[in-house]
């Protein structure tokens, strides 16, 4: 797997961003798939990000990859709606510095949610370049904590120190299977409660609750990427099933894919996501 690729680091507001390379150099006046990673992701995360970028540019495309508050470290203390506002900056500078023809939003893990409110706060009429979202292993944070011994615990800490006015506190600098990250007790019940700003794919949920929390795409293309054997999702969790009610849920123009034997990030399973986004981004453009 190659480990490099050329591109542009630039600015926009007070963020910066990737853009890979496209054909022949090119990255103004073409498309841009703007990649968001997950909780820990940075910039070249997923692995699969340069790949992915090579692949785009030979149909056109580019990969842009930004730097939000939230990467990193930073997920802790940040919010979707803060990196839906990141985002929302970082598409009006492809739209105006870029000339971009064309834009779709890729989350991998927890940067599906973002996926997911970016649409809810700034819909087509605001971002009529927005062609479609894809969805790579949207598991429920819910769910998979709900496995971890000390989350109950931890919720109901959270809880106390959001009644008492204590949210943007520190709740915790690690947790089981965690990497030192500072998580607010605010964002921890985002993740970890029912119903929270993060909740959106839980699979305990009616499809009435789905719809909810996914239907406001109803107007856009969408592709739900599952993965087969994802580590982040619990034992019980059916995978085909699931990704039909996401499928359902997002409306007529989402369509559902579960790529069998896949891990979270799809290591090993790199040539059947390439073949599901390139067949998705050629049927929407």
């Known amino acids: 797997m ?35 990673g997950g909780l820990t992701d940075g910039l070249l995360n997923p692995k699969y990000s340069i790949l992915l970028a090579e692949s785009l ?31 929302h900056l970082l598409i009006e500078s492809l739209n105006t ?32 370049l927005l062609l479609g979202i894809v969805l790579q292993a949207p598991v429920s944070d819910r769910e998979w904590l709900a496995t971890k011994e000390s989350t109950p615990a931890l919720i109901r800490d959270a809880k106390a120190m959001v009644e008492a006015g204590k949210g943007e506190e520190i709740l915790f600098r690690d947790h089981e299977g965690g990497n030192g990250a500072p998580v607010c007790a605010r964002r921890f019940l985002s993740l970890a409660d029912r119903g929270g700003d993060d909740d959106m794919f839980s699979s305990d949920y009616s499809d009435g609750e789905l719809k909810e929390r996914l239907g406001h795409c109803h107007f856009l293309a969408s592709l739900v990427l599952v993965s087969g054997s994802d580590e982040y999702m619990p034992a019980h969790v059916q995978h085909h099933s699931l990704a039909i009610r996401l499928s359902r849920a997002l409306g007529p123009k989402s369509v559902p894919v579960v790529i069998e034997n896949g891990v979270h990030d799809l290591a090993g399973s790199e040539d059947a996501l390439l073949h599901h986004v390139l067949c998705f981004l050629q049927r929407i453009a």
């Open 57 to 87: 540019a030979k149909e056109d495309w580019c990969l842009v990859q930004p730097l939000l508050s939230s990467s990193y470290q930073g997920f802790g203390v940040s919010s979707l709606d803060k990196d839906a506002e990141e985002l």
């Open 97 to 128: 510095e870029f000339a971009s023809k064309g834009i779709v939003l890729m989350g991998h893990s927890t940067g599906c949610q973002d996926a997911v409110r970016f649409v809810d706060k700034f819909s087509n009429q605001e971002h009529p």
């Open 2 to 36: 190659p480990h490099h690729i050329n591109g542009t680091l630039f600015q926009y507001s007070a963020n910066v961003a990737f853009c890979a390379d496209g054909a022949r150099g090119r990255i103004h006046g073409c498309k841009h798939l703007v990649l968001v």
